[in-house]
Nanobody, 113 residues
């Protein structure tokens, strides 16, 4: 069965960095685009970043452009989200999504001093 397991979340001070990972299994990872979403308390889930199956094209929400970088390793079946210059408004649960139609369980990111 399809499994997506996120890791790398935690508590970080404003201006800090985190790298999220999403390890995929149970499907042909290299054939599918991947995305990161986030959901803050009381808000709807929003798209943060996406990457094509081969990794050649990426897209970002305006709120994270220039600060976040999505990447993937099709040998390790893993997608990453490098988050720099973090702000308190980046606080949310971050979810990995495979365009086969599957979600990870989420990882909490809290940006606070």
């Amino acid at each position: 069965q399809v499994q997506l397991v996120e890791s790398g979340g935690g508590l970080v001070q404003p201006g800090g960095s985190l790298r999220l990972s999403c390890a995929a299994s149970g499907f042909a990872f290299r054939m599918y685009a991947m995305r990161w979403y986030r959901q803050a308390p009381g808000k709807e889930r929003e798209l943060v970043a996406g990457i094509t199956s081969g990794g050649g094209s990426t897209n970002y929400a305006d709120s994270v452009k220039g600060r976040f970088t999505i990447s993937r390793d099709n040998v390790k079946n893993t997608v990453y989200l490098q988050m720099n210059s973090l702000k308190p408004e980046d606080t949310a649960v971050y979810y990995c999504y495979a365009t086969i139609g599957s979600w990870g369980q989420g990882t909490q990111v809290t940006v606070s001093s």
